[in-house]
């Protein structure tokens, strides 16, 4: 699902036009965002957790020379599945 499909899904469901679909999902990407970029945790009870995580520095090889280099503290964004979207997700089709 691309994000196209996701807009008429939410439009359809939601009974709506496209553009007000389109607006609302940038408004709930855009708080997304806005809240990770504050270090706080965004919730969504049963689909998931969206929170930061810092990597240490460390210290690496440049694989050409065999030369130690640096590597630089950064901050990645992690997700931690819900209950809901695991068991979904899980589902097993007995035949």
Do not use: W, Y
């Not at 499909?5 to 007000?20: F, M, N, T």
């Not at 607006?23 to 504050?38: F, P, T, Y």
């Not at 965004?42 to 210290?59: E, L, N, P, Q």
């Amino acid at each position: 699902m691309n994000r196209g499909h996701l807009i008429e899904r939410v439009s359809k469901d939601a009974g709506i036009s496209k553009v007000a679909a389109d607006r609302a999902i940038d408004s709930l990407l855009a708080g997304v965002c806005e809240g990770l970029k504050h270090g706080e945790r965004v919730t969504f009870v049963g689909f998931g957790t969206f929170s930061v995580s810092t990597k240490r520095a460390r210290t690496g090889r440049n694989p050409q020379t065999g030369a130690p280099i640096t590597i630089a503290e950064k901050k990645s964004v992690r997700f931690t599945v819900g209950k809901r979207l695991h068991s979904i997700l899980n589902r097993r089709k007995f035949s």
